[in-house]
C-alpha cells in the first residue's frame, strides 16, 4: 500500500533563513508527487507538483522541489522564508495514467517562523 | 475559472442527526473527492465520485456516503452523527495538467 512520511511534524525557522521540508513516500511505481499548503481553518493551496521530466519542479511563492527516484523522495525547499510562510505543509501522492484515485498524503508539517 | 466551491462554511449539527455538505468542481472537472481532516488523524480519503458513479471509498462507515449529480456537482452526507465525526471536510476536482484542487472546506461541529 502506498504511503508518506513527513519526519518533521513541527519546525522553527528564523525569517530569512532557508527551509527544507523532508518527504519520503513508498509507492508500486513513481507516482505523481505534490506539495500542499495549509492556512489555519483553511483548504489546501498547490504549491507544485511533479509529474515527469525535470526532477527539479518550481512552485508559487518561491518553493522548489527535487524528486530523487533512489531516495524516494520530494523534498520541498526555499531559500529565503518569509513570515507569510508560517504553515502546514503536506506532501501527497497520487497514481500516474487514467482513473483519478485518490491522493495518499503525509501527516504534515507545521512550519513556525520566527522574526 | 472558478475554482473548488464548497458549502456551508461552518455547519453545527446535534449528535444524531445528519448532515449534508456541497461541492461545486471546477468547470470541466468530472471527479469529485471527499476528505475528512479531523483533529490529529490528518487526511484521510472519504469517497471519490466520477462521471456519477462512486469509484473508491475510505475506510469509513456506511452511514457516510453521498452522490454526483449530473452537472459534476457532488454531496456528501453524514447520517447519525457521532461528536468524532466533528471535522473540516474537504472537497478537491481533478484535472490531468494541474492536478488535484481543493476547496476551503466546510467545518462540521457536532454537539
Known amino acids: 500500500a502506498q504511503s508518506v512520511t513527513q519526519p518533521d511534524i513541527h519546525i522553527t525557522v528564523s525569517e530569512g533563513a532557508s527551509l527544507e521540508l523532508r518527504c519520503n513516500y513508498s509507492?508500486?511505481?513513481?507516482?505523481?508527487l505534490f506539495w500542499y499548503v495549509q492556512s489555519p481553518g483553511q483548504g489546501l493551496q498547490l504549491l507544485l507538483k511533479?509529474?515527469?521530466?525535470?526532477?527539479l519542479v518550481q512552485g508559487i511563492k518561491g518553493f522548489e522541489a527535487e524528486f530523487k527516484r533512489s531516495q524516494s523522495s520530494f523534498n520541498l525547499r526555499k531559500p529565503s522564508v518569509h513570515w507569510s510562510d508560517a504553515a502546514e505543509y503536506f506532501c501527497?501522492?497520487?497514481?500516474?495514467?487514467?482513473?483519478?484515485?485518490?491522493?495518499?498524503f503525509g501527516t504534515g508539517t507545521q512550519l513556525k517562523v520566527e522574526l | 475559472e472558478a475554482g473548488v466551491t464548497q458549502s456551508p462554511t461552518h455547519l453545527i449539527k446535534t449528535r444524531g442527526q445528519q448532515a449534508t455538505l456541497r461541492c461545486s468542481p471546477i468547470?470541466?472537472?468530472?471527479?469529485v473527492y471527499w476528505y475528512q481532516q479531523a483533529l490529529g488523524l490528518g487526511l484521510q480519503f472519504l469517497l471519490w465520485?466520477?462521471?456519477?458513479?462512486?469509484?473508491n471509498r475510505g475506510n469509513f462507515p456506511p452511514r457516510f456516503s453521498g452522490r454526483q449529480f449530473p452537472n459534476y456537482s457532488s454531496e456528501l452526507n453524514v447520517n447519525a452523527l457521532e461528536l468524532e465525526d466533528s471535522a473540516l471536510y474537504l472537497c478537491?476536482?481533478?484535472?490531468?495538467?494541474?492536478?488535484?484542487?481543493f476547496g476551503s472546506g466546510t467545518r462540521l461541529t457536532v454537539v
Open positions: 478537491a476536482s481533478r484535472s490531468t495538467y494541474y492536478g488535484y484542487t
Open positions: 509507492y508500486g511505481a513513481t507516482p505523481y
Open positions: 511533479y509529474f515527469s521530466g525535470d526532477t
Open positions: 501527497a501522492v497520487g497514481p500516474r495514467g487514467g482513473g483519478g484515485n485518490k491522493l495518499t
Open positions: 468547470s470541466g472537472h468530472t471527479s
Open positions: 465520485y466520477d462521471e456519477g458513479e462512486e469509484r
